[in-house]
């Protein structure tokens, strides 16, 4: 059988039929009767010339042949959807998708954002600030996932390793170990609790001590509002050195003492269907050369050394 003669409307109703195991439910699906569905797949019977199912009261059961055929349709089928989906969104120039916590939208993304927008004005950059992982196989997407991966079906690269620090308000006026009796220690809710994120524990014991030589906790099911509460004094936190690195350099907020911890990965991750997208390209272009930027500051301010006020 060669291409001009492929019976693509039989086709395609056999595989409704063969995945709903039922003629009403696959013509539900593409909006015409159950009868019209008979009829295509009896076409496609005959053109072949085996059965394809096997006709019950109610009931439509696949025949050896059918089960054969199916898989080969329903990918065939499922890989049309997605090339397709990829040609739009790639016609719906100028969109991306850029996928993080709401802790990093505002903490990182916001105060970069002029930036961004100075060098790439013709791009529509949408920010999903959500702890909920997005479906990057959907449209032209990006996400800075925190973690160690993998991610199954995605290209991920590495932006950054990421530290922990006791961090407080200079208001507070923490001289050493044994002050942290006399303020809240402050505690946020991770989205997900498995990924092995520092702990005031480990720190804790990082110092030779334990929880118990902590003060009374606050705590707060969002990082953010954790940050704007040791920024006000309210009390001590452990926080990533990534978000607060511009209320460091404000002077805000401080690293009094204590070890540094390290984090998990910053990953800029995409699905590999997207790949070769050129505003997405844009964009991801603009995260590795803002991290990296980051980096190096670092880099130099380690290099300086500490200042002496």
């Given at each position: 059988?060669?291409?001009?003669?492929?019976?693509?409307?039989?086709?395609?109703?056999?595989?409704?039929?063969?995945?709903?195991?039922?003629?009403?439910?696959?013509?539900?699906?593409?909006?015409?009767?159950?009868?019209?569905?008979?009829?295509?797949?009896?076409?496609?019977?005959?053109?072949?010339?085996?059965?394809?199912?096997?006709?019950?009261?109610?009931?439509?059961?696949p025949t050896a042949a059918a089960e054969h055929l199916f898989p080969v349709l329903r990918r065939g089928f499922d890989s049309f959807a997605e090339t397709?989906?990829?040609?739009?969104?790639?016609?719906?120039?100028?969109?991306?998708?850029?996928?993080?916590?709401?802790?990093?939208?505002?903490?990182?993304?916001l105060p970069r954002l002029a930036d961004f927008n100075a060098r790439h004005p013709d791009i529509d950059l949408r920010i999903n600030a959500s702890e909920?992982?997005?479906?990057?196989?959907?449209?032209?997407?990006?996400?800075?996932?925190?973690?160690?991966?993998?991610?199954?079906?995605?290209?991920?690269?590495?932006?950054?390793?990421?530290?922990?620090?006791?961090?407080?308000?200079?208001?507070?006026?923490?001289?050493?170990?044994?002050?942290?009796?006399?303020?809240?220690?402050?505690?946020?809710?991770?989205?997900?609790?498995?990924?092995?994120?520092?702990?005031?524990?480990?720190?804790?014991?990082?110092?030779?001590?334990?929880?118990?030589?902590?003060?009374?906790?606050?705590?707060?099911?969002?990082?953010?509002?954790?940050?704007?509460?040791?920024?006000?004094?309210?009390?001590?936190?452990?926080?990533?050195?990534?978000?607060?690195?511009?209320?460091?350099?404000?002077?805000?907020?401080?690293?009094?003492?204590?070890?540094?911890?390290p984090g998990l990965r910053y990953q800029l991750v995409r699905h590999r269907r997207f790949a070769g997208h050129a505003e997405l390209e844009q964009v991801?272009?603009?995260?590795?050369?803002?991290?990296?930027?980051?980096?190096?500051?670092?880099?130099?301010?380690?290099?300086?050394?500490?200042?002496?006020?």
């Amino acid at each position: 059988m060669n291409r001009r003669t492929l019976p693509l409307s039989q086709l395609r109703a056999f595989e409704a039929a063969a995945r709903h195991r039922s003629f009403k439910q696959a013509a539900e699906e593409l909006a015409v009767t159950p009868a019209a569905i008979s009829h295509q797949v009896r076409e496609l019977e005959a053109l072949l010339g085996v059965a394809l199912f096997e006709r019950r009261i109610r009931q439509v059961v696949p025949t050896a042949a059918a089960e054969h055929l199916f898989p080969v349709l329903r990918r065939g089928f499922d890989s049309f959807a997605e090339t397709l989906e990829a040609l739009r969104e790639q016609g719906n120039s100028g969109s991306v998708t850029l996928s993080c916590t709401p802790a990093f939208a505002s903490q990182w993304l916001l105060p970069r954002l002029a930036d961004f927008n100075a060098r790439h004005p013709d791009i529509d950059l949408r920010i999903n600030a959500s702890e909920a992982p997005l479906d990057l196989s959907r449209s032209a997407s990006l996400a800075i996932r925190y973690g160690m991966g993998p991610y199954l079906g995605h290209e991920a690269e590495v932006l950054a390793e990421d530290t922990f620090a006791l961090v407080a308000s200079p208001r507070l006026a923490l001289a050493g170990y044994g002050d942290l009796q006399t303020v809240r220690h402050i505690v946020f809710d991770w989205y997900s609790s498995s990924l092995g994120l520092p702990s005031w524990q480990h720190w804790c014991q990082a110092v030779g001590g334990t929880t118990a030589d902590l003060g009374a906790s606050l705590t707060f099911s969002d990082e953010s509002h954790a940050i704007q509460a040791a920024i006000a004094g309210q009390g001590v936190a452990l926080l990533s050195l990534t978000l607060v690195k511009a209320e460091l350099e404000r002077g805000v907020l401080q690293v009094p003492f204590g070890p540094r911890l390290p984090g998990l990965r910053y990953q800029l991750v995409r699905h590999r269907r997207f790949a070769g997208h050129a505003e997405l390209e844009q964009v991801a272009a603009w995260l590795r050369g803002a991290f990296a930027g980051m980096a190096s500051e670092q880099s130099d301010a380690a290099k300086r050394g500490p200042a002496h006020h």
